[in-house]
Structures are given as C-alpha cells and as structure tokens.
C-alpha cells in the first residue's frame, strides 16, 4: 500500500512539471498583414518590430498600427505543440527602429489604441513622413530620440495626460529628451494638445520644457512666434516655479503672454 501512495505521487509531480512547461513564455516573430511584430504567448501582448522582409525596411505608403493582432496557432508560429485555433495579441509597444527608413508617407494609430511605449529610433529616418504625427491617448513613454522626423510641422498627443519622457542632459545642459527634432527651438514645429490638458503638458518634462509652441486643441496658436522672433535674443529659464521665456528683460509664458 506505501508503495502504491508513493508511486501516485511521482506521476502527480511529472504532470505538473509538464504543465509549467506548456505555459513558459513563448517570444517569436510573427507577420500580420504588412507588419511584423514580436508576440508573447504569455502575455497576450505584441510589440511591433522591424520588417523582416530582405530590404529590412517597411515599403507601404500608408502604415497602419492596429490596437491587436488575431494569428492561427499550432503551425509553429507560436511554440509546438499547441493545439489549432486563434490567438488575439494586444499591441502595446512600437520597438527600438521598427520604422527606421520606412517609405511610408503617413502612420496611423488605431483609435482608440492600446501602444503605450514608443521605444528608441521607433520613427526615424523616414524621409517622406512630413506634416503632422498623431500620437495616441494609450501612450505613457516615449524613450530617447524615439522619434526622429524633420520634415514634421506639428505633432498632435490625444492623451489628456503627457506621456512619460526619458531624459539625458546633453553636454551644454540643455535636454536632449525623446525627440531631437532642431525645430524644437522654434515655431517650425507645434506640439497639439487636448483641450484641457494645456497645463500638465506645459510642466511636463521634456515636452513644457523642451518646445517653445504648445497649442490648445482646439483653440488658437499660442503666440509664441511673436516672441521668438529673434531667437539668439530668447532663453528658456524658470520663475515662480514655471516655465517661462526670457527676451529682452522680459518673462513671457508659453501661451506668448507677460509674466510678472
């Protein structure tokens, strides 16, 4: 009878061995459509990558980020073993380069959007991306020079709270924060925001701090280009505990308006 209880025992350990086994993390790249991503079987979670394809760069004229991805399984796309059917994967992260010298003339994220990190070099490089880059409200970090675009003029954030931004202080002290974009130091480029949201993005590090125009959305422009009209004249400083500019003797806000 000991024998018996002893030998029930070792099969009851070996069959849960085997099901940790089964449910380990599982990481591979998956193709979705057009687009790559890398997607945990344990996390029902994706992060989007860089094209697999020879060229290593994404070709379409218009990339589109879906809030999920639906895949087959038991075809070895993610992990032997497991039996036929559909996985839905939520997409919460665009990688490190996974637009780097895309073709594309436009992004569009799904809205409402699950993508909360937007990782380094992830939009850089991609010489035929001009206009206005819309990000979304899911967004919660954006990594060092995560987003590397020159011929943007205005970069929209839906989220009612400013992401996150990963700073490094460059060496003449200035911040060198998630983008490095040169028009970030003049009206050239305008950061949107929602109605309502104008103060939090204006304390926010790395976006209040780091550009000169915010703009209300909707709402009018924030009159900085009157008092950026001589840039060597314009320093960015602190007073009162806000954000202010300096030209000339005088305080402004960010709104273009005197600070006593």
């Not at 380990?24 to 394809?53: H, P």
């Not at 073993?81 to 665009?94: A, L, N, S």
């Not at 950061?191 to 703009?215: K, M, S």
Request: overall charge negative; charged content about 15%; aromatic content about 6%.
């Amino acid at each position: 009878m000991k024998k018996a209880f002893l030998f029930i025992i070792v099969i009851a350990l070996m069959a849960t061995s085997h099901a940790t086994a089964e449910t380990q993390a599982i990481s591979t790249i998956l193709r979705n459509g057009k687009i790559f991503y890398d997607c945990d079987i344990a996390t029902m979670q994706a992060e989007l990558v860089q094209s697999q394809t020879l060229k290593g760069i994404y070709t379409a004229t218009e990339i589109v980020i879906p809030a999920s991805i639906t895949v087959g399984t038991g075809d070895g796309q993610t992990g032997s073993g497991m039996e036929q059917g559909e996985v839905t994967y939520t997409i919460v992260c665009i990688g490190a380069q996974a637009f780097a010298g895309a073709t594309a003339t436009s992004i569009v994220f799904a809205n409402p959007s699950n993508v909360a990190t937007i990782k380094t070099l992830a939009f850089s490089n991609l010489p035929n991306l001009t206009g206005k880059l819309v990000l979304p409200a899911s967004l919660q970090t954006l990594e060092l020079s995560s987003i590397i675009l020159p011929g943007l003029t205005e970069i929209e954030f839906l989220g009612s709270v400013p992401p996150d931004c990963e700073l490094s202080d460059a060496d003449n002290g200035a911040y060198n924060p998630w983008t490095t974009l040169e028009a970030s130091t003049s009206e050239d480029i305008t950061i949107t925001v929602p109605e309502g949201a104008w103060e939090a993005y204006q304390d926010a590090p790395g976006i209040g701090d780091y550009f000169t125009c915010l703009r209300r959305d909707p709402g009018p422009g924030t009159g900085c280009s009157d008092i950026q009209a001589d840039m060597p004249r314009v320093q960015k400083t602190m007073r009162n505990g806000r954000i202010c500019i300096l030209r000339d003797g005088t305080y402004y806000d960010l709104q273009g308006q005197t600070v006593e």
